[in-house]
């Protein structure tokens, strides 16, 4: 799955989409999408990155006690 990065508009390539869905885990593995090489996996925080079309992720997925908000 590919999100962006909002800070430098990058696409990301994360590695692990349980982890993504998880809302206990803040932070996603992911590699920058940039030049001709793969680039190592970096943990992304999951409030930095936003779908390609710069729509925000689902706040279930973010944030677990969502239900309550």
């Given at each position: 799955?590919?999100?962006?990065?909002?800070?430098?508009?990058?696409?990301v390539k994360i590695l692990d989409a349980d982890i993504l869905i998880d809302p206990s885990k803040e932070t996603v593995a992911a590699r920058l999408?940039?030049?001709?090489?793969?680039?190592?996996p970096e943990e992304f925080a999951k409030t930095d990155l936003v779908f390609p079309s710069?729509?925000?992720?689902?706040?279930?997925?973010?944030?677990?006690?969502?239900q309550l908000h």
């Amino acid at each position: 799955m590919l999100l962006k990065d909002k800070q430098s508009g990058e696409l990301v390539k994360i590695l692990d989409a349980d982890i993504l869905i998880d809302p206990s885990k803040e932070t996603v593995a992911a590699r920058l999408q940039a030049g001709q090489e793969e680039q190592d996996p970096e943990e992304f925080a999951k409030t930095d990155l936003v779908f390609p079309s710069n729509e925000e992720l689902p706040l279930c997925w973010k944030d677990p006690d969502y239900q309550l908000h």
